[in-house]
C-alpha cells in the first residue's frame, strides 16, 4: 500500500499570499495523483489529477506540479473562499490512498 | 464525464446492513473501475474497494475484508456496496467515484441504537 504524507498540517494564510502545499507518496505513483478541496459538509471538490492537469472551472491561481513521488499544489494568491481542507489521492493502483489533508486557514 | 448519483441516506442499527447504489450516466460503465470511498465525521477520505464490471472481480481493502460487497450491474449501469455487521464507528459517509474521478454525491449512513 502507498503511504501518502501530506505537509504541514496547517496552513494560515493571507488573502494575495501564495499557498504551497506539499504531499509525499512512499513509492513512485507516475503523475496519478489528485489534490481536492473540501469544505465542511460538502463532498471533495476534484482540483487537478494527472498531477498538474486543473480541472474544468478551477481558477487558474490553483496549480499542481510534480511527479513519482513529490507533489505540490500551489494556490498563487490565496481568496477568502479557499479555505478548507486539501487532500492528495494517489489513483496509480488499489488501494487507493489519501493524505491525511491540509486545513488552510485564512489569516 | 460521468454523472453519479447515488442512493438516499440510512439509519441503521448496529449489526445490521447496509447496501448503497451508485448509478452512473453517460461515458462508459462496464470498462471503468467504480471505487467506494468513505469519510467520517471530522476524518479524512478511506477507500474500501473497488469493481471493474466488465470483470466482475472486485478487490476490497484489507480493512473491511469479510464484511464489504461490491457489485454492479451493466444492465442498468449501477454500482452497489453492501457493507455487514455494522458498527457505531460506520457512521460516515459513502462516496462512489470512477477511476476517471467523477465522485457521486454522497450517501450519509447513521448507524445508531
Known amino acids: 500500500e502507498t503511504m501518502m504524507t501530506q505537509s504541514p498540517a496547517t496552513l494560515s494564510v493571507s488573502p494575495g499570499e501564495r499557498a504551497t502545499l506539499s504531499c509525499r507518496a512512499s513509492?513512485?505513483?507516475?503523475?496519478?495523483l489528485a489534490w481536492y478541496q473540501q469544505k465542511p459538509g460538502q463532498a471533495p471538490r476534484l482540483l487537478i489529477s494527472?498531477?498538474?492537469t486543473t480541472t474544468t472551472g478551477i481558477p487558474a491561481r490553483f496549480s499542481g506540479s510534480g511527479s513519482g513521488t513529490e507533489f505540490t499544489l500551489t494556490i498563487s494568491s490565496l481568496q477568502s473562499e479557499d479555505f478548507g481542507v486539501y487532500y492528495c489521492?494517489?489513483?496509480?493502483?488499489?488501494?487507493?490512498?489519501f493524505g491525511q489533508g491540509t486545513k488552510v486557514e485564512i489569516k | 464525464q460521468v454523472l453519479l448519483v447515488q442512493s438516499g441516506a440510512e439509519v441503521k442499527t448496529p449489526g445490521s446492513s447496509v447496501k448503497v447504489s451508485c448509478k452512473a450516466s453517460?461515458?462508459?460503465?462496464?470498462?471503468?473501475?467504480i471505487n467506494w470511498v468513505r469519510q467520517a465525521p471530522g476524518q479524512g477520505l478511506e477507500w474500501m474497494g473497488g469493481?471493474?464490471?466488465?470483470?466482475?472481480?472486485?478487490y476490497y481493502a484489507q480493512t473491511f475484508q469479510g464484511r464489504i460487497t461490491i457489485t454492479a450491474d451493466a444492465s442498468t449501469r449501477t454500482a452497489y456496496m453492501n457493507l455487514m455487521r455494522l458498527r457505531y464507528e460506520d457512521t460516515a459517509v459513502y462516496y462512489c467515484?470512477?477511476?476517471?474521478?467523477?465522485w457521486g454525491q454522497g450517501t450519509q449512513v447513521t448507524v445508531s441504537s
Open positions: 467515484a470512477t477511476e476517471a474521478l467523477d
Open positions: 453517460g461515458g462508459s460503465f462496464s470498462t471503468y473501475a
Open positions: 469493481i471493474i464490471p466488465v470483470f466482475d472481480s472486485p
Open positions: 513509492q513512485s505513483v507516475s503523475s496519478n
Open positions: 494527472g498531477a498538474s
Open positions: 489521492q494517489q489513483y496509480n493502483k488499489w488501494p487507493w490512498t
